[in-house]
Structure formats: C-alpha cells, structure tokens
Nanobody, 126 residues
Framework: QVQLVESGGGLVQAGGSLRLSCAVS????????MGWFRQAPGKERAFVAA????????CYADAVKGRFTISRDNAKNTVYLQTNSLKAEDTALYYC???????????????????WGQGTQVTVSS
C-alpha cells in the first residue's frame, strides 16, 4: 500500500521557519521524482518545489525561490521542504506527491504525480 505522510506544519509568525517532511512507503522511492504543492482556501493547488529522483535537480515556484529548499534522503524514503522567511501568503495546506521518473529531472506540474499525501497545514500569522 502506497502511503505519503506529511508532517511538520503548524502556526508560525511571519518571518519564521518550518521544516516539512514527507515519509513515503510502498513505492521504490529512489525511482520517484517528488514534489511539494500547496492549496490555499478558495484557490487551486499550486506548484511549490520539486526534486529529481537522485536529488541532483531541484526547481521552485517564483513565489518561494530563495526562501524554500527542497531536499531528499533516499536512505530514509523521505523528502523535506525547509521553509524560511515565511509570509502570510504562504498559508496553505501543503501536499507532497510522487511520480515515477524515467529521467533524473524535476517536474513542476501536478500532471503525472500519481501518489499524494493528505497534506499538512501551514499557517503564517502577520
């Protein structure tokens, strides 16, 4: 059974930091590209960051570039999202997602991601 379990969300003041984690089971993690997406109330799910299966390639949405860092530990089947300098507009439900990757590249569209977690809430107070 495939499971993606996010953790690390919470309530933080503007300017603060959170480290999100996503533990993956039931998949061959080292063959998967991983992504983080977020959805704010009343808005569509949006791309945040992605990482290739080896970790060599990363990509970010313009809104988070320079503030967020995605990483992965293939020995622990876990992907991380370090979020710094948080803003009120970063408030959202954050999801991790997995997709089988033929190439060692990052994917910045939700299309193709076939396993999703339940999400972890990040709330930034201004």
């Amino acid at each position: 059974q495939v499971q993606l379990v996010e953790s690390g969300g919470g309530l933080v003041q503007a300017g603060g930091s959170l480290r999100l984690s996503c533990a993956v089971s039931g998949r061959t993690f080292s063959r998967d590209a991983m992504g983080w997406f977020r959805q704010a109330p009343g808005k569509e799910r949006a791309f945040v960051a992605a990482i290739s299966r080896s970790g060599a390639a990363t990509c970010y949405a313009d809104a988070v570039k320079g503030r967020f860092t995605i990483s992965r530990d293939n020995a622990k089947n876990t992907v991380y999202l370090q979020t710094n300098s948080l803003k009120a507009e970063d408030t959202a439900l954050y999801y991790c997602a997995a997709r089988l990757a033929v190439w060692d590249i990052c994917y910045n569209s939700p299309i193709g991601f076939d396993s999703w977690g339940q999400g972890t809430q990040v709330t930034v107070s201004s």
